[in-house]
């Protein structure tokens, strides 16, 4: 189970790039940031729908990353220290609908189904 969580929402420019934008994330952006954070055990990427209509974007994601760390700190410092020599792409919406992050810690669990 991880032991901390980030969870980062990004959208591509546009449904047109999004072929190019989910090759770029998942070939290049993933594996960039799992080496410079250095304890992502897992990523799982989910489209953001809405729930009034249950339309699926097609272009906003949220990246799910599972750390195997408590140092929530360090993770992100180690990631803001690698952002200016990482891989980015025009691909990736900065102006209208830009990145968010969240940097979560597991608590104990308050339901098991």
């Not at 959208?11 to 799992?34: C, F, K, M, R």
Request: charged share 15%; net charge negative; glycine share 6%.
């Amino acid at each position: 189970m991880a032991k901390s969580l980030l969870i980062a929402t990004a959208s591509a420019t546009s449904e047109a790039d999004v072929e190019a934008y989910n090759q770029w994330y998942l070939g290049t952006h993933i594996p960039e940031v799992s080496a410079a954070i250095g304890c992502v055990t897992k990523v799982t990427r989910y489209a953001v729908v809405d729930p009034a209509t249950g339309v699926e974007s097609k272009v906003r994601v949220s990246a799910i990353y599972e750390l195997d760390t408590d140092d929530v700190q360090a993770a992100a410092a180690a990631l803001g220290g690698a952002i200016p020599t990482m891989t980015m792409t025009n691909l990736m919406d900065r102006e209208i609908d830009p990145p968010v992050m969240q940097w979560l810690h597991v608590l104990p669990a308050a339901f098991q189904g």
